[in-house]
């Protein structure tokens, strides 16, 4: 691909022609520092000509702006311009800045003169972020056309966003939209009179998405991620501006942050929780770094919903909520009461996770089915989801209601949870105990069964607690079949004992963070249980 090429195709007449050159020259009064290290690796694709973004790929110098819509993962990745923050990793200023002013000029000649779909409040609000913080590279051209058309059009945006950002849809995309607003008003010159409305409608935004634990109602680890690094160009925007950011701001951005750390394991990847996988942990470490903000792993979420339990390495992060309500989160899962576990670096116990926020060429049968109760780390009954997952991909009746309760002594840290999506159809409620040692090496669980409600099971319902390993930990199960030696490259060996029920292994598989399938295997405890209920207990320990 020719910068050349792309340079005409950006600049010169034709955008001096479509926006003028006799408008009052804006600029921005304050350009904020993005801090968060991108990905080179990807920065070096943008250069060769080529973004990528989860299974999916475009070339630069075919891209069609005018066809390529708002509405895929893809065009919404490349409409939002978060790609400069990679493009920066890779390229100094001057060479980054060919390569982006070219495609910002295209865009401006796709878009930039007339309201479609590219004009989306949460597209218009991701854009400004990155427009700003990314300024040198998208504002170093000689051509003052260029400059004044990308200027205004930023403008126009901002003041777009005032009417418009309240129709994204609520949760992540409106917070962004109202992000993409206040940066506006702290950057753009003769703005800051809508400093105010920004504020209020942002902290609106996030009143309406966030639970009072600093997670997002969504419940997504992948969409979390995103919320701590949108508050963090917010934070840079201000200290660019030398403004106070409000104390209200400031509190949701380091609460986002602790949930965020709460659902982090040994190796700093994400827990799989709601159709999500590990991500990257490099990515993630590079946002932490850079966002600005410190804060300790939430331990206990109530709305949030992952209790953590941590001791010398070892760390547990389980699913004690109903899933999401769908207005805010269209792939939630029947993961309730689900867990997932690590040793230091090394995974152990995981769910099987998801295609997370990126395209993937995973089926949309495997997808549907990775979201099932079977697909994550508890019990089911009666190969029954905990929460329907009806045949439109919505979710039914399931778990309404979630106790809990905690404690923690000299000895170890227990959490004992239960839920109700078994009462109607089975009069069964499902409770997990869990202890962790003090010292790490061991895991107690109890997975009981309660009678509840009026209905009762006939005769006996078949259950299985199902327990998948993470790629490379390897069972070997003992003589008796009660239970099995867990082996890996990056830990000690586990021991694994149940009683109360039998011991299978099955073939199972992981969604790693780039969306790709990796065949694994699973523990499976499995026997019968009848009206009375029962109880299974089970056991890890660190074999040194």
Not at 126 to 138: C, D, G, K, Q, S
Not at 200 to 227: H, V
């Amino acid at each position: 691909m020719s910068d050349d090429r792309l340079g005409r195709l950006a600049k010169g007449s034709l955008l001096s022609r479509m926006f003028g050159q006799g408008r009052q020259p804006l600029r921005l009064v304050a350009v904020p520092r993005d801090h968060v290290v991108g990905d080179r690796t990807r920065g070096d694709t943008l250069l060769a000509g080529r973004l990528t973004f989860g299974s999916e790929e475009v070339l630069l110098a075919d891209m069609n702006f005018g066809e390529l819509g708002g509405r895929s993962k893809l065009a919404r990745e490349v409409q939002g311009f978060s790609w400069l923050r990679d493009l920066a990793a890779s390229a100094s200023r001057e060479k980054g800045a060919r390569l982006a002013e070219a495609i910002a000029g295209r865009w401006l000649i796709a878009h930039g003169s007339r309201v479609d779909e590219a004009w989306a409040p949460e597209l218009w609000g991701e854009r400004i972020l990155y427009w700003t913080a990314y300024a040198p590279y998208i504002l170093s051209s000689r051509d003052s056309g260029y400059r004044s058309a990308l200027l205004n059009t930023l403008a126009r945006g901002a003041r777009h966003l005032d009417s418009s950002a309240d129709k994204a849809a609520p949760g992540l995309p409106r917070i962004t939209a109202w992000a993409g607003a206040l940066v506006a008003s702290l950057t753009v010159q003769g703005a800051i009179s809508r400093l105010s409305r920004s504020e209020s409608g942002l902290l609106r935004a996030l009143a309406g998405a966030q639970f009072e634990d600093g997670g997002l109602m969504s419940r997504c680890p992948q969409e979390q991620q995103l919320l701590v690094d949108r508050l963090g160009l917010v934070r840079a925007a201000y200290f660019a501006a030398k403004q106070t950011q409000p104390d209200a701001l400031e509190n949701a951005a380091a609460a986002a942050l602790a949930a965020l750390h709460g659902v982090t394991m040994g190796d700093h990847g994400f827990s799989s929780w709601q159709g999500g996988n590990p991500g990257d942990p490099t990515r993630l470490a590079a946002m932490v770094e850079g966002c600005g903000l410190r804060a300790r792993p939430l331990r206990q979420a109530r709305g949030w919903g992952y209790q953590r339990l941590s001791a010398l390495g070892t760390i547990i992060v389980v699913d004690a909520a109903p899933p999401p309500p769908a207005k805010v989160a269209s792939t939630g899962c029947a993961s309730t009461l689900a867990m997932e576990m690590s040793d230091g670096g090394q995974r152990l116990v995981v769910n099987c996770g998801g295609p997370g926020l990126a395209p993937s060429s995973l089926s949309p049968e495997l997808v549907q089915a990775l979201r099932s109760t079977a697909a994550h780390s508890t019990l089911i009954l009666s190969d029954a989801n905990s929460t329907a997952i009806l045949p439109d991909g919505s979710l039914g009746k399931g778990v309404t209601d979630v106790e809990i309760a905690r404690s923690e002594d000299n000895d170890c840290s227990r959490l004992e949870s239960s839920h109700d999506g078994y009462v109607k159809g089975f009069g069964l409620v499902h409770q997990r105990r869990l202890s962790l040692g003090n010292d790490g090496k061991e895991v107690r669980g109890e997975d009981r069964l309660i009678p509840r409600g009026r209905k009762k099971i006939r005769e006996s319902a078949p259950f299985a607690i199902r327990f998948h390993l993470a790629p490379g930990v390897e069972p070997t199960v003992t003589a008796d079949g009660m239970g099995a030696i867990l082996r890996s490259t990056g830990a000690p060996p586990w021991n694994f004992r149940c009683r109360g029920a039998m011991l299978q292994v099955e073939e199972s598989l992981f969604i790693d963070g780039r969306g790709q399938i990796i065949p694994t295997v699973q523990l499976v405890v499995v026997g019968e249980i009848s009206a009375v209920g029962g109880e299974i207990a089970w056991q890890f320990r660190r074999s040194s």
